[in-house]
């Protein structure tokens, strides 16, 4: 039981370029999150998915999207990487549908650097 | 609006000593409250949670953090520092009425041998 999973660890791209973060978990979760980590600043929630078939809005998601494959697996998107997306970027999972006294489950993050 | 403050984004304690860290809330509503540790170059741990039960939470490692509603505060304490206790907390805020989880902006315990 690998918990939640997050490719690449570590990713170094130039200003325009575009890349998907992959995050897997293997608990049958419902809900999947995406959260960026900026010093002084603790995590802000990007998008979740509350459910298969359905994502939503966070705090910050101009910049991003994501796509829901299937139960297990929620990916981001750069569309066009920029400095200000230097970060590092954490999935997340909790068993319940939108139940938000959920305990949340990090997978080991990506530390991303836009040059 | 929902916040969370974390007072003290650096704290320092001997080992043996008490731990204090303080996580205080805005909110309308009855919150669900968490305090998640992270260990370095790891993701977040849950530390323990509140969701209306008994006011007095115990979590892991010796943790707990008490809800007092009239203060808005859920602060974390543990009686007796161990150097494995060295990690960044985050204090999280959610309401059931609400999609969102709103983190603190952390605080880094230093335990002093």
């Known amino acids: 039981n690998a918990g939640v999973t997050q490719t690449p660890k570590f990713q170094v791209l130039k200003t325009g370029q575009s890349m998907t973060l992959q995050c897997a978990q293997d608990?049958?979760?419902?809900?999947m999150y995406w959260y960026r980590q900026d010093p002084g600043m603790g995590l802000r929630l990007i998008y979740y998915?509350?459910?298969?078939?359905?994502?939503d809005k966070g705090e910050v998601p101009n910049g991003y999207n994501v796509s829901r494959l299937n139960k297990r697996e929620f990916s981001l998107r750069l569309e066009s990487a920029a400095p200000s997306q230097t970060s590092v970027y954490f999935c997340?999972?909790?068993?319940?549908?939108?139940?938000?006294?959920?305990?949340?489950?990090f997978g080991p993050g990506t530390r991303l650097t836009v040059t | 609006a929902q916040s969370v403050t974390q007072l003290g984004s650096h704290v320092s304690v001997s080992e043996g000593a008490l731990v204090l860290l303080r996580c205080n809330y805005s909110?309308?509503?009855?919150?669900?409250l968490f305090w998640y540790v992270q260990y370095p170059n790891q993701g977040l741990q849950l530390l323990l949670k509140?969701?209306?039960?008994?006011?007095l939470v115990k979590g892991i490692n010796g943790f707990e953090a008490e809800f007092k509603k009239s203060e808005t505060s859920f602060h974390l304490t543990k009686p007796s520092a161990h150097m494995s206790d060295a990690a960044e907390y985050f204090c999280?805020?959610?309401?059931?009425?609400?999609?969102?989880?709103?983190f603190g902006t952390g605080t880094s315990l230093t335990v002093i041998p």
């Open positions: 997340a999972s909790t068993i319940g549908t939108g139940a938000w006294s959920d305990e949340q489950y």
């Open positions: 608990m049958n979760h419902n809900s």
């Open positions: 998915s509350a459910s298969e078939g359905t994502t």
């Open positions: 909110s309308s509503v009855p919150p669900y």
């Open positions: 509140y969701t209306s039960a008994a006011t």
């Open positions: 999280a805020v959610t309401l059931n009425t609400g999609n969102q989880f709103y």
